[in-house]
């Protein structure tokens, strides 16, 4: 996982985070990071989740749990 130097500034912990982004957008989580973004508290969990042949990517903020994001990846 990326940004294992920013976990520390997490109020939430990563199994919240992903219990938050499949209750969000169920399916199978593919890929999944810890990153400074604009948008929320600035720190946020994203996770590449599948659903069939689409991925979508939901982002959960790091600090409150919020969801910020949940949409279908461009390919």
Request: proline share 1%; aromatic share 4%; charged share 25%.
């Amino acid at each position: 996982m990326g940004g294992s130097s920013f976990a520390k500034e997490a109020a939430i912990t990563l199994d919240q985070a992903r219990a938050a982004a499949t209750k969000a957008q169920p399916g199978t989580i593919l890929d999944q990071e810890l990153e400074h973004r604009k948008g929320g508290s600035g720190l946020r969990y994203s996770f590449d989740i599948k659903v069939g042949a689409i991925t979508h990517e939901v982002g959960i903020d790091a600090k409150t749990g919020t969801v910020l994001q949940n949409s279908a990846e461009k390919r």
